[in-house]
């Protein structure tokens, strides 16, 4: 079993920055992928960043340029640095993670970002 919990979230003005921060514990040696995924008010759940262990990125079109995904292996941590947030930015973001072999994933309960504008 792997739990994660998310930290970070907040109200920013359009513009501004954010950072999140997602803890794992548990089983963490076999966690391969690390991301963060965010959830609009009626709108589906997508996928913002995800990095794996040796460091490939991933990024969704939307935040490309804008936000930064890192992830620390010692400490169990990924990071998603949000600069030049927009208003279409608000939603709860969800960390999560994916377990080599069976690709079985574990969520964080959420953080809400809010940008107003």
């Known amino acids: 079993q792997v739990q994660l919990v998310e930290s970070g979230g907040g109200l920013v003005q359009a513009g501004g920055s954010l950072r999140l921060s997602c803890a794992a514990s548990?089983?963490?040696?076999?966690?391969?992928?690390m991301g963060w995924y965010r959830q609009a008010p009626g709108k589906q759940r997508e996928l913002v960043a995800d990095i794996n262990r040796g460091g490939r990125l991933n990024y969704a079109d939307s935040v490309k340029g804008r936000f930064t995904i890192s992830r620390d292996n010692v400490k169990n941590t990924v990071y998603l640095q949000m600069n030049s947030l927009k208003p279409e930015d608000t939603a709860v973001y969800y960390c999560?993670?994916?377990?080599?072999?069976?690709?079985?994933?574990?969520w964080g309960k959420g953080t809400q970002v809010t940008v107003s504008s």
């Open positions: 548990g089983s963490t040696f076999s966690i391969n992928t």
């Open positions: 999560n993670s994916v377990r080599y072999g069976d690709f079985r994933a574990y």
